[in-house]
């Protein structure tokens, strides 16, 4: 088994089919998405491919160390992730193959008017194994 991580964007990827902004939807429309992010979880949970999962509430900060005794600096020149990433689902499967196929079905939760999003999913697989020195992309 190999684990992903599902990120869902704001923005950053292609646009999505049904690309209507959640503050437009109506409450409806918002229950019924997350009613279909549940049963895909839930679905998930009993074929023993689900880890986790969490929407992200949209505000937030970057915080890095400046030094001893020196309070965290927060933001910067950064794109804001709470404007790009609106959740993420990490899920354990035996293939790429398969996540994949979750992430493609996961896709297609309903949006504004009902109808599919068919919104762009980042898959990105967990490190098997810590990089060594020379692989490690910062060097």
């Known amino acids: 088994m190999a684990k992903y991580l599902l990120l869902k964007h704001y923005r950053g990827a292609p646009a ?3 690309d209507v902004p959640m503050d437009q939807w109506t409450p409806e429309e918002i229950s019924a998405h997350v009613q279909y992010m549940n049963d895909f979880a839930a679905r998930l949970e009993k074929t023993g491919e689900f880890v986790g999962g969490q929407a992200l509430a949209p505000e937030g900060a970057w915080v890095r160390y400046d030094g001893e005794g020196r309070p965290p600096v927060t933001d910067g020149p950064f794109a804001e992730t709470k404007d790009l990433i609106a959740g993420w689902m ?3 499967v035996d293939s790429y193959e398969r996540a994949v196929e ?4 996961l896709s297609a939760a309903p949006g504004a008017g009902g109808k599919p999003i068919h919104e762009w999913l980042e898959v990105r697989p967990f490190l098997a194994a810590q990089p060594t ?3 490690c992309p910062h060097r």
């Open 16 to 18: 999505p089919v049904n």
């Open 90 to 92: 990490v899920i354990d």
């Open 102 to 105: 979750l992430a493609g079905e």
């Open 133 to 135: 020195i020379t692989e």
